[in-house]
């Protein structure tokens, strides 16, 4: 098993899920009321915000995508604890990684200044050698282009790492970049009809302990 891990933020280690589509049903539903079902939008959960902003501000017409992004940003930052909760074992099993020798990072489709307050709320910054968000590429996941400048940063290759994530833009963005994915089933398992994980897993602890075991086996 690798060394070093590239970490999605929301839906991986983050409980969040509901806090993010609450946000942006909140900004769909008051600048493009009812062209956005729920359904829809926990569809395109983990998809790049910026994309997704655009798609709103394209459904109301006139209204500009910077004004649908600085809605959506005032409402994420007035409820920013809501999308801080650690899942169950997340902040232990990051620092059974962390003392193993493990190099993490967190590459995530959202933007720094909210994906830093995340994990400083959470309680889990200091086990991250990394953090590349949205907003230091021209292009979020699915792309490869945040996972290459993950690895550019730690000084690693493809071949050396994992990247481990909740939905198909994490396993696309690993695949385009040569990267093993894991997926961690934390809201059920999914059908992944084209490109598929590496290695699927229900939880954070299940991870860790293969991790681990793996690295025994090692002979590390």
Not at 39 to 66: M, P, Q, V, Y
Request: hydrophobic share 45%.
């Amino acid at each position: 098993m690798k060394q070093t891990l590239l970490f999605d933020l929301d839906g991986t280690l983050l409980d969040s899920r509901e806090a993010v589509i609450e946000a942006v049903a909140q900004t769909a539903d008051q600048l493009a009321p009812g062209l956005f079902s729920r359904n829809e939008l926990l569809h395109r959960f983990g998809e790049s915000l910026d994309d997704f902003l655009f798609a709103i501000a394209e459904a109301a017409g006139e209204i500009d995508k910077d004004e649908v992004s600085q809605q959506y940003f005032a409402f994420v930052r007035k409820h920013i604890h809501l999308h801080s909760k650690l899942f169950p074992g997340v902040q232990e099993g990051l620092e059974l990684l962390k003392n193993a020798g493990c190099q993490l990072a967190v590459v995530t489709n959202k933007q720094r200044e909210f994906a830093v307050a995340g994990l400083e709320l959470a309680g889990i910054d200091s086990f991250f050698d990394a953090v590349v968000a949205v907003d230091d590429v021209s292009r979020g996941k699915p792309s490869a282009e945040p996972v290459l400048r993950a690895l550019s940063i730690m000084g690693k290759q493809p071949e050396e790492a994992l990247m481990i994530g909740d939905s198909r833009y994490d396993v696309v963005a690993a695949w385009e970049a040569g990267v093993p994915s894991v997926v961690l089933e934390w809201y059920g398992r999914e059908e992944w009809p084209y490109v598929k994980p590496t290695y699927r897993y229900p939880d954070f602890q299940a991870f860790v302990a293969q991790v681990l075991a793996a690295q025994i086996k090692g002979g590390r």
